[in-house]
């Protein structure tokens, strides 16, 4: 499976609920700290999780570019 896990809460002890595809344009409505996310490629990681503003769930910051 492509893409990555949408949550639907700020951590990944939660189910996941849906996928993004790499380069899916996305509309955030909300930011929290929650669990950290390691990148798996080694770019980093972070606590910050972002919530989309279609109510779909959250998604870590890792893999997030901002525009």
Do not use: F
């Amino acid at each position: 499976d492509e893409g990555v896990n949408i949550r639907c809460s700020p951590g990944t002890s939660c189910s996941p609920v849906g996928k993004i595809s790499a380069g899916e344009k996305l509309t955030c409505d909300k930011e929290t700290q929650g669990e950290l996310v390691i990148d798996p490629n080694g770019d980093g990681s972070s606590s910050t999780w972002y919530h989309l503003a279609d109510g779909r769930g959250w998604m870590s910051a890792v893999y997030i570019q901002k525009n």
